[in-house]
C-alpha cells in the first residue's frame, strides 16, 4: 500500500486529518458535572494525565459542544474510564440533543457529581486551567480524589472511528523510571 501524506503545506483535508489523528489509539472517559441543578455529561477520547504535583489531567471540548458554557462554570467535576462493554453508555453521552441521564440509576461522588453507572475508575476535580485549543477548548482540572471500581476490568479503547477491546501481549515498558507518562 503507498503511502498518503497531508498537511498544511500539502492542502488540509479536514476528513484525511480527522482519520490521521483516530490512528492514535485512545480509552473513552466520560465529563461529568451538575451546574446550576442540571446534569452535564459528556464522551469524551480527549482525556489525557498532565501533571503528578500538582496532580493535573486534561480534556478538550469542541467550541460548538451545547454545553460548553456550563462546564467553564462548574466547580466540581468527574471524569470516569469506561470499561470494554460501555459502548452504549459512551454513545448516550456523546448525543448532543439526547436526554443522557433519563433512566440511569442515582449515583454521586464524595465531591457530590453525578456519575454514570458501573465505570472502571473515577476522578474527582476541581477546575485548574482553560486554555485556547482552536476550534476547542482545552480545559485542565486538578485531581482530589479518586475511586477504581472493580480493579482488573479491561478498558474500552477508542481507535479508527471504531470502538475496540484490548489484547495485551504482556511485554512491560520500562520500569526504571518514573516518568508519569511512561506508566
Ligand atoms: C468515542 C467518542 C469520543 C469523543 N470525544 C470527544 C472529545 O474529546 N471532545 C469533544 O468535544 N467531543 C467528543 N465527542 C463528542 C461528544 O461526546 C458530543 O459532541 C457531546 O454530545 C458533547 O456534549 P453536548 O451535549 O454539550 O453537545 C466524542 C464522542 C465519542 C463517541
Redesign the pocket.
Known sequence: MSDTTGGRDSGMDPRAFRNALGQFATG?AIITAEVDGVKLG?????FNSVSLDPPLVL????RT????PQWRAAKTLAISMLGEQQTEL??R????TGAKWAGLPERRGQNGVPLPPEVMLHFECRPYAVYDGGD?EIFVVEVTGYTQHQPGRMPLV?FSGRYQRLVSDGVRAPDDNMWLHGW
Not at 93 to 96: I, N, R
Open positions: 473513552v459528556a464522551t469524551v477520547s480527549s480534556f478538550s471540548l469542541a459542544a451545547l454545553s460548553l459512551s454513545n453521552f456523546a448525543k448532543a476547542h477508542f
